[in-house]
């Protein structure tokens, strides 16, 4: 799934026997803005000023915004029946918590989830909910890479079952 037209379009030549989606996850089935294309480009309501600041700057379709469906990830899963996904990768520029908190984590397992460090995780106080969540729906923290920004969660069905 990508809200990107140019990824979008890329997955569709390059993964033919893929199911390639075009959209976003949000909370509620609807539509969201997103600003930019390609490896960049970011839900519009959760933008952090400065990183708007900076596309602005840039002009061009870094600043337009675009209208792109969404609707919750556990919804899309459930439609294409997906209860369990060997590894899924959560790289969402900054909206990784509207994502997690797209799920029902009870009705799907990823055995690996690999996800971008987010501001979006992160609440006033400093906790981390994003790993509050993923901690009581039974994901183990197994790796950090600080270099690449990347966390790497294994669930405990996962782990009892040595798939990783």
């Given at each position: 799934?990508?809200?990107?037209?140019?990824?979008?379009?890329?997955?569709?030549?390059?993964?033919?026997?893929?199911?390639?989606?075009?959209?976003?996850?949000?909370?509620?089935?609807?539509?969201?803005?997103?600003?930019?294309?390609?490896?960049?480009?970011?839900?519009?309501?959760?933008?952090?000023?400065?990183v708007q600041a900076m596309m602005d700057a840039?002009?061009?379709?870094?600043?337009?915004?675009?209208?792109?469906?969404?609707?919750?990830l556990g919804d899309t899963l459930r439609r294409?029946?997906?209860?369990?996904?060997?590894?899924?990768?959560?790289?969402?520029?900054?909206?990784?918590w509207q994502v997690l908190e797209s799920l029902?984590?009870?009705?799907?397992?990823?055995?690996?989830?690999?996800?971008?460090?987010?501001?979006?995780?992160?609440?006033?106080?400093?906790?981390?909910?994003?790993?509050?969540?993923?901690?009581?729906?039974?994901?183990?923290?197994?790796?950090?890479?600080?270099?690449?920004?990347?966390?790497?969660?294994?669930?405990?069905?996962?782990?009892?079952?040595?798939?990783?």
């Open positions: 799934m990508d809200a990107s037209v140019r990824n979008y379009e890329l997955a569709l030549t390059n993964r033919p026997d893929a199911v390639v989606l075009y959209g976003a996850a949000c909370a509620r089935r609807g539509v969201l803005r997103f600003l930019g294309e390609g490896p960049w480009a970011r839900a519009a309501e959760y933008v952090n000023p400065k840039k002009g061009g379709e870094a600043a337009i915004p675009v209208s792109v469906p969404c609707e919750p294409h029946g997906l209860r369990r996904v060997s590894l899924f990768s959560l790289d969402v520029e900054g909206s990784e029902d984590l009870g009705t799907v397992t990823f055995d690996v989830l690999v996800m971008e460090q987010g501001a979006s995780c992160k609440t006033a106080d400093g906790t981390n909910r994003c790993h509050a969540l993923l901690r009581r729906s039974g994901y183990c923290l197994v790796e950090e890479n600080v270099k690449s920004h990347n966390e790497y969660w294994v669930s405990e069905p996962a782990l009892k079952a040595r798939h990783c």
